[in-house]
């Protein structure tokens, strides 16, 4: 079993930044690919971000150049999503979650994940 704890989300002013982070426990490890998406109410939830056991990273077009996501490289167990220059649009609630098998053609579709977090709420104003 692998649980995830998601946290950093805040209340930031547009042009802002956070850092999440995704602590991992249970059986996990590097061979995950961890990923990063984000809901807000009616939508469909948006992969934003994910990693995978090779190092190999996708982003979704609406953060390219502003997020990046990467892991701890003293703890295996955890990710982080670096969010700079944030707009209103980003609001959302995050999630992070992870797979021990990920389609290589679609790391961002919730689909491909077994494993979620509870989320972390991001909020920008403008």
């Known amino acids: 079993q692998v649980r995830l704890a998601e946290s950093g989300g805040d209340s930031v002013q547009a042009g802002g930044s956070l850092r999440l982070s995704c602590r991992a426990s249970?059986?996990?490890?590097?061979?995950?690919?961890m990923g990063w998406f984000r809901q807000t109410p009616g939508k469909e939830r948006e992969g934003v971000a994910s990693i995978d056991s090779d190092g190999s990273i996708r982003y979704a077009d609406s953060v390219k150049g502003r997020f990046t996501i990467s892991r701890d490289n003293a703890d295996e167990k955890i990710v982080y999503l670096q969010m700079n220059s944030l707009e209103p649009e980003d609001t959302a609630m995050y999630l992070c979650?992870?797979?021990?098998?990920?389609?290589?053609?679609?790391?961002?579709?919730?689909?491909?994940?077994?494993?979620w977090g509870k989320g972390t709420q991001v909020t920008v104003s403008s």
């Open positions: 249970g059986h996990t490890s590097r061979s995950y690919c």
């Open positions: 979650a992870g797979s021990s098998v990920v389609d290589r053609n679609r790391p961002l579709s919730q689909y491909q994940y077994n494993y």
